[in-house]
T-cell receptor, first 113, second 117 residues
Framework: GDSVTQMEGPVTLSEEAFLTINCTYT??????LFWYVQYPGEGLQLLLK?????DKGSNKGFEATYRKETTSFHLEKGSVQVSDSAVYFCALGLSGGYNKLIFGAGTRLAVHP | DTAVSQTPKYLVTQMGNDKSIKCEQN?????MYWYKQDSKKFLKIMFSYNNKELIINETVPNRFSPKSPDKAHLNLHINSLELGDSAVYFC????????????????FGAGSRLTVL
């Protein structure tokens, strides 16, 4: 079935370090791919998205490229800040499915000064 | 103005009770959702309504009953609460531009934390 696999956390980094959070997916058809972020005590917010192969989504210094050949959508940021500490969710949106999003298990990121 | 608002934010109750969580969106979206987030942060869809019509109904005990009085509201009623129902419940909404599209963005509420004792 359709699914999303993310690297397990927590990921602990020092400020200004490089971040990669791996995400791979299994899906029939051509899904859209998303990264959502959940800050402590809040709901999820869209961070970025990509709707077709080779698209790159970017926002707030974060980037992810939709790689169909490796079924991946890894999240990267060149220099993290303490304020980036949150839980990051990779998700896929299925066409024909009324926006049913399938989420990965989430990866907690903790950034220390 | 909060786009997707849920009440209550916290709910503590005893096993066997019946409780409701309310959700309202002021974005003019036509589709609303309930997601459950367990203690390990795993998120799973429960229900979705499009223009007051139930369109997604995942494998959820029938103690859970969603109700959508209009397209701006989607409430969740839970009967005979069990310990395993303890979780954070998120409401979300989106504008579905076509039933074949998976690209639409969901806007989430801040969550309602349910604790069953």
């Amino acid at each position: 079935g359709d699914s999303v696999t993310q690297m397990e956390g927590p990921v602990t980094l020092s400020e200004e370090a490089f971040l990669t959070i791996n995400c791979t997916y299994t899906a029939t058809g051509y899904p859209s791919l998303f990264w959502y972020v959940q800050y402590p005590g809040e709901g999820l917010q869209l961070l970025l998205k990509a709707t077709k192969a080779d698209d790159k989504g970017s926002n707030k210094g974060f980037e992810a490229t939709y790689r169909k050949e490796t079924t991946s959508f890894h999240l990267e940021k060149g220099s993290v800040q303490v304020s980036d500490s949150a839980v990051y969710f990779c998700a896929l949106g299925l066409s024909g499915g009324y926006n049913k999003l399938i989420f990965g298990a989430g990866t907690r990121l903790a950034v220390h000064p | 103005d909060t786009a997707v608002s849920q009440t209550p934010k916290y709910l503590v109750t005893q096993m066997g009770n019946d409780k409701s969580i309310k959700c309202e969106q002021n974005l003019g979206h036509d589709t609303m959702y309930w997601y459950k987030q367990d203690s390990k942060k795993f998120l799973k869809i429960m229900f979705s309504y499009n223009n007051k019509e139930l369109i997604i109904n995942e494998t959820v005990p029938n103690r859970f009953s969603p109700k959508s009085p209009d397209k701006a509201h989607l409430n969740l009623h839970i009967n005979s609460l069990e310990l395993g129902d303890s979780a954070v419940y998120f409401c979300a909404s989106s504008q579905v531009t076509g039933i074949t599209s998976g690209a639409n963005v969901l806007t989430f509420g801040a969550g309602s934390r349910l604790t069953v004792l």
